[in-house]
């Protein structure tokens, strides 16, 4: 007796065919990344950059002294958007990424240093090229979307 189905089997049991949810889930990026512990270190560094790098003072300034709440925010945020523990929306309900950067004016000049931090900060913290890649096209869409001035 053969241990592959046959056609019959198939056709007469198509449920027993379909694929396990287990077996077909892909990974968030929340996982592929490496969970919490990364993205904190990603965005430690993320603001080590912004803090020390001169390609970044403009949004530099734009931030208060301290960037622990900042730190702590985007830490929360970047959890849920990558698919882990939605603690922002937990925490302070959704982003509305746009109005809560209103008040800030943003161009091309600040959407460009802040995706420059974050690239950065990804490189730093080893997080592999082609993941780099695809965040960093996501980062940038989000960081155009909060472009609210000219130039």
Same mark, same amino acid.
């Given at each position: 007796?053969?241990?592959?189905?046959?056609?019959?089997?198939?056709?007469?049991?198509?449920?027993?065919?379909?694929?396990?949810?287990?077996?077909?889930?892909?990974?968030?990026?929340?996982?592929?990344?490496?969970?919490?512990?990364?993205?904190?270190?990603?965005?430690?560094?993320?603001?080590?950059? #912004?803090?020390?790098?001169?390609?970044?003072?403009? /949004?530099?300034?734009?931030?208060?002294?301290? =960037? %622990?709440? +900042?730190?702590?925010?985007?830490?929360?945020?970047?959890?849920?958007?990558?698919?882990?523990?939605?603690?922002?929306?937990?925490?302070?309900?959704?982003?509305?990424?746009?109005?809560?950067?209103?008040?800030?004016?943003?161009?091309?000049?600040?959407?460009?240093?802040?995706?420059?931090? #974050?690239?950065?900060?990804?490189?730093?913290?080893? /997080?592999?090229?082609?993941?780099?890649?695809? =965040? %960093?096209? +996501?980062?940038?869409?989000?960081?155009?979307?909060?472009?609210?001035?000219?130039?």
């Amino acid at each position: 007796m053969s241990k592959e189905k046959s056609v019959q089997d198939v056709e007469q049991n198509p449920q027993d065919n379909q694929p396990q949810e287990h077996q077909i889930k892909e990974k968030t990026l929340y996982e592929t990344i490496g969970g919490a512990t990364v993205i904190q270190h990603l965005v430690n560094r993320f603001y080590e950059v #912004m803090e020390t790098d001169p390609k970044a003072a403009e /949004i530099r300034v734009m931030h208060q002294a301290d =960037l %622990a709440s +900042a730190n702590e925010k985007l830490v929360m945020f970047l959890s849920g958007w990558m698919g882990g523990p939605q603690l922002y929306i937990e925490k302070y309900g959704h982003p509305r990424l746009r109005a809560r950067h209103f008040p800030f004016p943003i161009g091309e000049a600040e959407r460009n240093q802040w995706v420059y931090c #974050m690239v950065r900060a990804m490189h730093d913290v080893g /997080i592999e090229e082609q993941l780099t890649i695809r =965040l %960093a096209k +996501a980062f940038w869409d989000i960081a155009d979307m909060m472009r609210n001035k000219e130039g």
